[in-house]
């Protein structure tokens, strides 16, 4: 879903702040391809939506299941909340990260 969009129509939804460690071009574009193959691997139940900013990922989730499920794999470092997010989770994406989210693609998560 488009990130305004999302935010236009839920309320206080889940947030996962990844950072990335290496932010090029390439790494960019290569998490939010794996980022968005994810998503879809693990089934979510409710709407989700991806926002990218320089070295962070942003991903929004309406289900609080599927943000807890999404952020599992990243092995979360902080888990907040505020009044604008019903639950914010901060994470790191570096190399080993990214290659147990490919390998979880390819058993099929």
Do not use: C
Not at 46 to 56: R, S
Not at 79 to 91: C, P, V
């Amino acid at each position: 879903m488009d990130w305004e969009d999302f935010l236009r129509d839920h309320h206080r939804p889940h947030l996962l702040e990844v950072k990335l460690k290496v932010a090029t071009s390439a790494k960019i574009l290569a998490a939010r391809a794996v980022l968005e193959r994810l998503a879809l691997s693990l089934g979510t139940a409710g709407n989700y939506a991806f926002h990218w900013e320089g070295a962070a990922i942003y991903a929004a989730f309406e289900e609080n299941a599927d943000a807890e499920r999404f952020a599992k794999v990243f092995k979360p470092e902080q888990i907040t909340r505020d009044s604008e997010w019903a639950s914010k989770t901060y994470a790191r994406m570096d190399d080993v990260t990214y290659q147990r989210i490919t390998r979880l693609l390819k058993r099929g998560h």
